[in-house]
C-alpha cells in the first residue's frame, strides 16, 4: 500500500483526536503531544500499536524516543522515511 504524507498526518491526526483523546480535542500537527499532556505513556503505547497494524512499520524500541513523538507532524516524518526506506511512500499530488 502506498501512502503520501498529508495521508499519513490525517490518519494520525485522527487516531489521537477520536481515540485517545475522546473526540474532546482535535489535534494540530505542530501540537506537542506530550509536554501538553495530550498523551500519556499508555497512550503512546497505543499509538505504536496503531501505527504498526495501520502502516505496517515496526517501530523498534531505540526509536521509540521523544524526537520521533513529540508532535503528530514529527512522527509524520519518520513514518514517512520509515515507509520510504519500504518503498510504500509516494509524493503528495
Known sequence: M?????SIGDTLIEY???????????VGPDDNLLSE????SLGMLRLVGF???????KVPPQDF??????SVGVLSD????????A?????DA
Open 2 to 6: 502506498q501512502f503520501t504524507q498529508s
Open 16 to 26: 489521537v483526536s477520536e481515540e485517545l483523546l475522546s473526540g474532546q480535542t482535535r
Open 37 to 40: 499532556g495530550m498523551v500519556d
Open 51 to 57: 501505527i504498526e497494524e495501520s502502516f505496517g512499520v
Open 65 to 70: 524516543v521523544i524526537e520521533n513523538f513529540r
Open 78 to 85: 519518520y513514518l514517512q522515511r520509515r515507509l520510504a526506506d
Open 87 to 91: 518503498g510504500q511512500v509516494s509524493s
